[in-house]
């Protein structure tokens, strides 16, 4: 159980486009995801937080208006960049959050591969 | 400000051989520490998570401890596979937003 899907796995876009990537729990509901961003080599930080029906929570330096962030559903968030430039290529991944036993867990999709050329 | 580190930045090991991963924490309020492991292009899958009151946890060949009062972690991998080589995330949590190492990668060669 417990399983997060993130479609798709790689994209490729020109530099001015958009890009949509989604973020699925498949086999619970999620009031809570959150989206990060990883660079190579370095650890997974996170953009923001996205409440089921409600806007998400962007962290400090990360622009709302790039990064639009809709969680529709309790199953389903999707991250849109847009007009992606080169500096966001970058590796996202999503992750799903639910409360087990007196612990709150996030588990974690298998991340998206953005290319901007 | 909440921080994790963790040490040695990377490490190579001979397949068959064991070793530890250490990891240091300043969160607080402290609610529990995981280790992930996190395959090239993936994302990261949980092997182990402790709360304040465990002081060790065993998953397969992984073994974690935990020290609250130093707020120290280690990571033991025991009898290495070639298909433990990745990067291996200390994350430490205070109840809601989690807190990231930068990792250790962890290379075993035959």
């Known amino acids: 159980g417990a399983v997060v899907s993130q479609h798709p796995s790689r994209v490729i876009c020109k530099s001015g486009t958009s890009v949509k990537i989604e973020c699925r729990s498949l086999?619970?509901?999620?009031?809570?995801m959150f989206w990060y961003r990883q660079f190579p080599k370095q650890s997974l930080m996170l953009m923001a937080t996205s409440n089921e029906g409600s806007k998400a929570t962007y962290e400090q330096g990360v622009e709302k208006d790039k990064f639009l962030i809709n969680h529709a559903s309790l199953t389903l968030s999707t991250l849109t960049v847009t007009s992606a430039h080169p500096e966001d290529s970058s590796f996202y991944i999503c992750s799903a959050g639910r409360t087990v036993g007196f612990a709150y867990e996030q588990y974690f999709g298998p991340g998206t591969r953005l290319t901007v050329t | 400000k909440n921080q994790v580190e963790q040490s040695p930045q990377s490490l190579i090991i001979l397949e068959g051989k064991n070793c530890t991963l250490q990891?240091?924490?300043?969160?607080?309020?402290?609610?529990?520490l995981r280790w992930y492991k996190q395959d090239t292009g993936r994302g990261p899958v949980s092997l182990t998570i402790m709360t304040f009151s465990e002081n060790t946890k065993s998953n397969g060949r992984y073994t974690a401890t935990l020290d609250a009062d130093t707020k120290q972690s280690s990571l033991h991998i025991t009898a290495s596979q070639l298909s433990d080589s990745a990067s291996y995330i200390c994350v430490v949590s205070d109840d809601y937003k989690l807190s990231f190492g930068a990792g250790t990668t962890v290379t075993v060669r035959a």
């Open positions: 086999d619970f509901q999620a009031t809570t």
């Open positions: 990891c240091n924490y300043t969160v607080s309020p402290f609610s529990n």
